[in-house]
């Protein structure tokens, strides 16, 4: 069984642990991903990181309506290029709902699979809103 298996399970059903209080975010969340979201804009970032967990690469994503759940490939080679071992995504959600839609569920499946190949580990997909942030590992999402 690999890591993309879980996420067919429906986000509905995961665990209530798997929303974060902004209150009771990290420094990580709260100093560097969320100052790259607006309550008007939805924008995904991606973080990699090294063998020992230390920052490498971090790409913030404006989306627009036609690209929404797509991530160019030169975003890609820019995050894979500095010894990524891992890598998390996050994204904001301007309506303010946290839990995931089908499309963030399928692009993680996606991103999951193809990060896989390359022999990298995609740790967590973070939601973040206004009250907190969701996670998809532990839903148990991945």
Same mark, same amino acid.
């Given at each position: 069984? +690999?890591?993309?298996?879980?996420?067919?399970?429906?986000?509905?059903?995961?665990?209530?642990?798997?929303?974060?209080?902004?209150?009771?975010?990290?420094?990580? $969340?709260?100093?560097?991903?969320?100052?790259?979201?607006?309550?008007?804009?939805?924008?995904?970032?991606?973080?990699?990181?090294?063998?020992?967990?230390?920052? +490498?690469?971090?790409?913030?994503?404006?989306?627009?309506?036609?690209?929404?759940?797509? *991530?160019?490939?030169?975003?890609?080679? $820019?995050?894979?290029?500095?010894? +990524?071992?891992? *890598?998390?995504?996050?994204?904001?959600?301007?309506?303010?709902?946290?839990?995931?839609?089908?499309?963030?569920?399928?692009? +993680?499946?996606?991103?999951?699979?193809?990060?896989?190949? *390359?022999?990298?580990?995609?740790?967590?997909?973070?939601?973040?809103?206004?009250?907190?942030?969701?996670?998809?590992?532990?839903?148990?999402?991945?």
């Amino acid at each position: 069984m +690999t890591k993309v298996d879980r996420i067919d399970r429906d986000a509905t059903l995961a665990c209530p642990d798997s929303f974060t209080p902004r209150g009771d975010e990290d420094d990580f $969340a709260r100093l560097l991903l969320r100052p790259h979201f607006t309550a008007t804009r939805e924008t995904l970032v991606l973080a990699g990181f090294d063998a020992i967990e230390r920052l +490498t690469a971090i790409q913030p994503i404006e989306a627009s309506a036609a690209d929404r759940c797509r *991530v160019a490939p030169h975003r890609w080679r $820019a995050i894979l290029a500095a010894e +990524t071992q891992q *890598v998390l995504i996050a994204h904001n959600h301007p309506s303010g709902e946290a839990r995931p839609s089908r499309g963030d569920i399928e692009f +993680t499946r996606e991103a999951a699979h193809f990060l896989s190949i *390359v022999g990298i580990d995609l740790v967590d997909h973070l939601i973040f809103v206004d009250a907190g942030h969701y996670s998809f590992q532990r839903a148990g999402l991945l």
